[in-house]
């Protein structure tokens, strides 16, 4: 589905291809650059989807530009502090409440925050100003540290165990808290990403290159008539491990566009 206004450029509704569709392509790209229908290829579809599952695989583990910044809701149990996140959250940077804290699940509504915009900032020439502003936060900051507005936890990337360091109080009420997280993008996002693309669909082909090489160096030599056939299963394995061990030092250049580092001090 489309929209179009007038003197507007028709929007897909979802310009992302499928994974499935995607995928297909990539696995006809292996398949042309082996030479399939020419020769005969000796893998099935379930070598090469695990051709494209290593190539992502690698590029999570290496490219900065495969996860993303983002932000989840958590309910909090009462009486419950572990919590069990989906595997795609990398890391939990922080954790924020709605209120100021203490044993309630209140909600942080203050009438002077509320109505500072129409009485000091619009008004800031005559009453009020930034200073009156700046010193209201800082009283917040340092009541939600003495009453419990911030939440200590931690947080095993390995089980993505998320174990919070208090019991929050109640019976029956839940209160929802807002988690600044670091996931993996998901596997249409990268297999969409223009810049990403090329490196996963090269990544798969010089694996399923290397798979076709393992198979056809176990029987090097076929007998026949006059000595027989030799198979080039040592050569495909050289030239795929070339490919890949080059493809990794083209993630070190960024070429998916990932950001590079910055100083590192210490």
């Known amino acids: ?8 450029i028709p929007v897909a ?10 995928r297909k392509d990539i696995i006809d790209y292996i398949k042309i650059r082996l030479g399939d229908q020419m020769i005969t ?21 290496r490219a900065e530009h495969s996860t993303e910044e983002s932000y989840a809701f958590l309910d909090l149990v009462p009486e419950v502090q572990e919590y069990i996140l989906p595997k795609e959250i990398m890391s939990v940077r922080q954790i924020f409440r709605r209120g100021l804290g203490g044993l309630q699940n209140a909600t942080q509504f203050e009438p002077f925050s509320s109505g ?4 000091y900032m619009l008004a800031a020439g005559r009453v009020g100003g930034l200073t009156n502003y700046e010193l209201f936060v800082d009283y917040q900051k340092l009541t939600m540290t003495m009453f419990g507005g911030y939440i200590t936890f931690n947080f095993n990337e390995a089980t993505k165990k998320l174990v919070i360091h208090r019991k929050m109080p109640g019976e029956h009420s839940v209160e929802s808290v807002l ?16 810049r990403a693309f090329p490196w996963i669909q090269d990544y798969a082909y010089a694996m399923a290159k290397h798979m076709v090489g393992e198979a056809r160096e176990k029987f090097a030599t076929i007998a026949g008539p006059q000595g027989g056939t030799t198979l080039n299963g040592t050569a495909l394995k050289t030239e795929a491990k070339a490919e890949m061990d080059q ?7 960024y070429v998916d566009g990932s950001t590079p580092l910055t100083w590192v001090i210490g």
């Open 41 to 61: 290829v000796e893998l099935d579809r379930e070598h090469y989807m695990m051709a494209i599952k290593q190539a992502l695989i690698r590029y999570r583990q």
């Open 1 to 8: 589905m489309t929209t179009q206004g007038p003197g507007h």
């Open 247 to 253: 493809l990794m030092l083209d993630l070190g250049t």
């Open 13 to 22: 509704a979802d310009s992302m291809d499928s994974v499935h569709d995607v």
């Open 116 to 119: 500072f915009l129409n009485t």
């Open 179 to 194: 988690l600044s997280v670091y996931n993996y993008k998901p596997d249409q996002v990268i297999l969409n990403d223009t």
